[in-house]
């Protein structure tokens, strides 16, 4: 026994699957500069006294000229991406929690136009660090 399916294809419906396309490809600017943070991630709980790589990644349509790294709303460093000049390029950049705590990490690409991005996020809590004690024997 086979079994047929028809489908009608009316014409609303060809006009509103045309707007949610339009409106999704609408939502996908490429001419904005970005940044977005790759590590650590949003939640991370890292160890007092460890050193943390902030990993990112930044796009600008001229080309990324710069990424700062803020933590807690006070620019922290500033740097050259991985490829100056891409449209699309990664960072990476070093940072030392001065004590335990909440921190807020922010990354902002910087195009060769001068353009700057949104921040990127990232919230992360500083655990205070296991103290060693020496027994002498």
Do not use: K
């Amino acid at each position: 026994m086979t079994t047929r399916f028809r489908c009608r294809v009316t014409p609303w419906i060809v006009v509103s699957l045309t707007a949610v396309c339009l409106s999704a490809c609408a939502s996908t600017d490429l001419a904005t500069t970005r940044a977005w943070i790759d590590v650590p991630l949003d939640g991370s709980e890292i160890p007092a006294g460890v050193e943390v790589e902030v990993m990112s990644h930044a796009y600008a349509r001229t080309g990324v000229a710069e990424v700062l790294l803020a933590v807690n709303g006070v620019p922290y460093r500033r740097d050259p991406p991985a490829e100056p000049g891409s449209e699309l390029t990664s960072a990476v950049q070093m940072w030392q929690p001065e004590a335990p705590g909440d921190y807020t990490l922010e990354v902002v690409a910087y195009a060769v136009d001068g353009e700057a991005s949104a921040p990127a996020v990232a919230w992360v809590r500083v655990l205070p660090g296991a103290t060693l004690t020496a027994i002498v024997t």
